[in-house]
Every structure is written in structure tokens, then in C-alpha cells.
């Protein structure tokens, strides 16, 4: 067990943030019927050299109840903050109109996502749960994938999972963000703990189940050195505790978030994507952990969100080469990558930020309140 750090200074630039975040906040979706999911899509899935047909399904729902990261826009794309009674009825039909069209025997997995956690019964009744569980318990399918904050990975969502979902597979992913902990208590500013992150990854393993992990590329603050350097330590961090597959997520800058305020003020750009590159190059050759990128803009369709880019050159092909990537994990796709705008990335590189991010440092801490200052003056 890795012991959590604490931070002198932290706890007040936390409340400052959570004001923050929590007051910028805005529900972007407009209101339908409760009773009819936001999307359902067809995915292809990969994992362990296999393709898997894959049914995802995010239901309309009040979204995350811990809605205080910095750059996290998914409860804004939930009925968050509208107080909408919600049966488990509404969330059962709203599953099973989602195979009006192809019955669920011929999909391999079916993701079900609330944009929020899984397991936290303000956001998903119980009942609702219990029954989606059921109805993958009967069909052909292998199981059923899901996310949540690992705090509400508990022995009791486990035991309620094994009654109801029989010898079904269940995936839960699981946003750590970071293994570090000042950028992932202040820079993130999720609620998510190391000490509950282990516990949930390893309640999850020994009960048969699957954990996947989700690490965030260069948040707030972070210079494009800093954000290579700590997404590898965070590889390797979850690799030495049993992972051997991890999902990086290239920060993007979406409405209504921290990121996003801090973005029009010159505070935060979203990482290059030979950041990425940089990252996936540096964990290639560790047997431990296999990384694929996640959060990326593939088709151009979220059109109020900046996605990170290069130049715009070479940013379509090294977009597809990424989704190639994540399906072959071969790294020789990436390799033979360039393009003139790298040297302008190798000169970011080489930029050194004076306040580092180390444990109990007073210079960060003082800047971070700097700009917390500047953000609730405008």
C-alpha cells in the first residue's frame, strides 16, 4: 500500500477549485424523456489480441454526485443539477429500448454507462441495477462493462453483483487520473484516493473481475516535460500494483469546466499529441503495462470541445495512426511519425517551470492561489 501525501497549502486550494468547478458548471443537455437513453452506439472493443462486438448504452441520468475534477465535462452532459425524479423503471426501459433494433444475444459486452459511477446508489437505484444485471445474466452475452470512482467500488456493489450478474463478466473502469498525489488532489481535484483505488483494484481481482485504469495527459498546469514525466511514473505506478493494460487520456478542453476557464485566459493549452506519442515511446518497451489512448477526436464530431492537436498537417494521420495503434499495440505505427511542427514540441519539451510540482512546495501552492484569485475576480 502506497501511503497518501499530503500537501501543506492543499486543502484550501481544493475548496477553492471545488467552488469553482462546481459553480461553472452547466447542464448541456436539453430534457427529453426520462424513460430514453442519451446514445447508443456500436463499438468494436479490444482486448487481449480479441475484437469484441460491443453495444454502449449512456443512459439519461443525473450524472457524477463528485463533480469536482478540473477538466471533466461529463456531468455537464448529464441532467446534472435538475432535480428530475427518476424510477428505476425509467432506467430499465431506457437499457432495453436500446436493442429495439438488434436483440442483446448478439453483442459480446454491453457498456452501460450514467455519466457518473456505476455503484453509487444516488445515481443508479439499486433496483435499476439489479434488474440490467439480470437481463445480462440471461442473454448469450460475456458481460457488461461500467465506470466509477473507486470509493464506490465497495464488498457490498461486489456481492450485489455476484447475485444478480451469475458467472457474467464485469468490467469497471476507474479513473486514478494520477498516481501523484498533489496533481491529483489539487490539478485534477478528483475525490479519488491511491489507498481506495488499490483497495477497489484488488476487491475487483479477487473476486474474478476485470478493473481497467484511466490516467489523464497534462493537466492543469502542467508543462509538456512535466506531463510526459508524471503519465509514465503513473504507468508504471499501476503496473508494479498488477495492471497490464491502461487507458491515457490526452486532456481536452471542454465548456464549463476548469480547464476550460483557465484555457481563455492563457492559463492552459491541451497537450500536443506528440506528448502522447512521447509517452506511449517511453512505456513501449515496459513488459508490465500496455498503454492505449483514449478521449481522442477521431471523427471531428464534438465541435464545442478543443481536443489536442498538432499542426494541421499531420494531425488527421497521426490521429488514425493512434486508433490503429490501440488496436495492434504495435509501436513501429508510431515510430515512423514526424513532421516539421515537432521541432516546436522539442522546444516545449525544454521549457522548465519554476515551480515545480514536489511535494509541499510553497511557490506552487502561492501561484496556484494566484490563479484561483484571478479566476473568481472575473
Known amino acids: 500500500m502506497i501511503e497518501q501525501q499530503t500537501h501543506p497549502g492543499s486543502s484550501h486550494l481544493r475548496q477553492g477549485l471545488s ?55 461529463i456531468p455537464n452532459e448529464a441532467y446534472y443539477g435538475l432535480n428530475l425524479n427518476f424510477t428505476p423503471e425509467d432506467f430499465l426501459h431506457q437499457f432495453y429500448s436500446a436493442f429495439a433494433t438488434e436483440p442483446i444475444d448478439s453483442y459480446q459486452l454491453i457498456s452501460v454507462y450514467n455519466s457518473g459511477n456505476w ?62 498525489d498533489f496533481i491529483r488532489n489539487v490539478c485534477i481535484n478528483t475525490t479519488c484516493t491511491k489507498e481506495q483505488f488499490e483497495r477497489a483494484s484488488h476487491l475487483l481481482w479477487e473476486n474474478g473481475y476485470t478493473a481497467k485504469v484511466y490516467l489523464m495527459i497534462k493537466p492543469a498546469f502542467l508543462t509538456e516535460r512535466e506531463a510526459v514525466t508524471e503519465t509514465v511514473q503513473s504507468i508504471r505506478y499501476v503496473a ?36 502522447t506519442i512521447d509517452i506511449l515511446n517511453e512505456v513501449g518497451s515496459d513488459s508490465l503495462a500496455r498503454a492505449r489512448v483514449a478521449c481522442l477526436d477521431v471523427d471531428g464530431k464534438d465541435s464545442d470541445t478543443v481536443y ?8 488527421p494521420v497521426i490521429l488514425n495512426a493512434l486508433k490503429t495503434f490501440n488496436m495492434t499495440r504495435d509501436l513501429s505505427i508510431i ?44
Open 335 to 378: 515510430n515512423s511519425l514526424d513532421c516539421s511542427c515537432r521541432q516546436h514540441h522539442l522546444t516545449d519539451l525544454a521549457l522548465v517551470d519554476e515551480r515545480p510540482l514536489t511535494p509541499g512546495c510553497a511557490s506552487l501552492c502561492a501561484y496556484w492561489r494566484s490563479a484561483l484569485h484571478k479566476l473568481l475576480a472575473t
Open 19 to 73: 467552488k469553482i468547478a462546481l459553480g461553472i458548471r452547466r447542464n448541456r443537455i436539453q430534457i427529453g424523456t426520462l424513460d430514453s437513453p442519451f446514445s447508443v452506439l456500436d463499438y468494436e472493443f479490444y482486448e487481449g489480441g480479441r475484437t469484441y462486438k460491443r453495444k454502449k448504452i449512456i443512459l439519461a441520468a443525473r450524472g457524477c454526485t463528485a463533480a469536482t475534477c478540473t477538466m471533466c465535462p
Open 308 to 315: 489536442p492537436r498538432n499542426c494541421p498537417s499531420c494531425t
Open 119 to 180: 455503484f453509487a446508489n444516488k445515481e443508479i437505484p439499486p433496483v435499476a441495477r439489479q434488474g440490467i444485471y439480470q437481463a445480462i445474466a440471461r442473454s448469450r452475452c460475456e458481460g457488461i462493462m461500467v465506470e466509477s470512482l473507486p470509493q464506490f467500488v465497495t464488498p457490498q456493489a461486489i456481492t450485489e453483483a455476484k447475485e444478480y450478474l451469475g458467472d457474467k463478466r464485469l468490467i469497471v473502469g476507474m479513473g486514478l487520473q494520477s498516481a501523484d
Open 240 to 275: 508494479a500494483l498488477g495492471y497490464n493494460d491502461v487507458s491515457i487520456c490526452p486532456t481536452r478542453i471542454a465548456p464549463y469546466t476548469v480547464v476550460a476557464e483557465l484555457a481563455k485566459r492563457g492559463m492552459y493549452t491541451s497537450p500536443s499529441l506528440w506528448t
